[in-house]
């Protein structure tokens, strides 16, 4: 079984980008991420509605931290890192598998400008060669075109489409399953 270490959080930079740990100072733009009907949208869960939500969600993410099964990234240019964008990471991590699920979201001002796809190529670098995982995943909804052309773009490739598995707000959704394979040697 593969093992990790996530701590000391690992800081990565890309040409525009910082990717940064989170804090609780961060908590009153994850309300405004985690709030934004625009953001919300495909995320298939109930938008945060105070900054309780959103410190309970930076709680999860250092608990995952703490005990090595996820990580995300706080995404700010490079320039204005205390100015959280938006967040990107690995969690899910199955180290008996050595694969781990990705999961993404930008403030939508700064859509459109390729600071995603900066920011996820950086971070499956890193879960391919810091974390040594063989592949990743992302849990689409199938509606998300936006997303799935990232993905695409990054190289990742369907693998499965799971029709009404998953039930949210009364109705059943389907489900979108795109992988990336770590890079040959």
Same mark, same amino acid.
């Given at each position: 079984m593969?093992?990790?270490?996530?701590?000391?959080?690992?800081?990565?930079?890309?040409?525009?980008?910082?990717?940064? !740990? &989170?804090?609780?100072?961060?908590?009153?733009?994850? &309300?405004?991420? !985690?709030?934004?009907? !625009?953001?919300?949208?495909?995320?298939?869960r109930?938008?945060?509605?105070?900054?309780?939500?959103?410190?309970?969600?930076?709680?999860?993410?250092?608990?995952?931290?703490?005990?090595?099964?996820?990580?995300?990234?706080?995404?700010?240019?490079?320039?204005a890192?205390?100015?959280?964008?938006?967040?990107?990471?690995?969690?899910?991590?199955?180290?008996?598998?050595? !694969?781990?699920?990705?999961?993404?979201?930008?403030?939508?001002?700064?859509?459109?400008?390729?600071?995603?796809?900066?920011?996820?190529?950086?971070?499956?670098?890193?879960?391919?060669?810091?974390?040594?995982?063989?592949?990743?995943?992302?849990?689409?909804?199938?509606?998300?075109?936006?997303?799935?052309?990232?993905?695409?773009?990054?190289?990742?490739?369907r693998?499965?489409y799971?029709r009404?598995?998953?039930?949210?707000?009364?109705?059943?959704?389907?489900?979108?399953?795109?992988?990336?394979?770590?890079?040959?040697?």
């Amino acid at each position: 079984m593969l093992t990790v270490q996530l701590l000391p959080f690992p800081e990565l930079r890309t040409p525009r980008l910082l990717l940064r !740990r &989170l804090t609780a100072a961060d908590a009153p733009a994850i &309300l405004r991420l !985690r709030s934004d009907a !625009r953001v919300m949208r495909y995320l298939d869960r109930d938008p945060a509605s105070g900054l309780p939500d959103a410190l309970e969600l930076l709680g999860r993410i250092d608990a995952a931290l703490a005990d090595n099964s996820g990580l995300n990234w706080g995404v700010a240019r490079a320039e204005a890192p205390e100015a959280l964008l938006g967040t990107c990471g690995a969690w899910r991590l199955d180290l008996a598998h050595h !694969r781990g699920e990705i999961g993404y979201s930008l403030l939508p001002e700064a859509w459109g400008q390729g600071l995603m796809s900066e920011a996820l190529a950086e971070v499956c670098r890193y879960c391919f060669d810091g974390l040594h995982l063989h592949s990743l995943e992302a849990n689409v909804n199938p509606q998300n075109e936006a997303s799935i052309r990232l993905l695409e773009r990054q190289g990742f490739v369907r693998e499965a489409y799971f029709r009404e598995n998953y039930y949210y707000r009364g109705q059943f959704l389907d489900s979108a399953i795109y992988s990336l394979l770590a890079p040959k040697p």
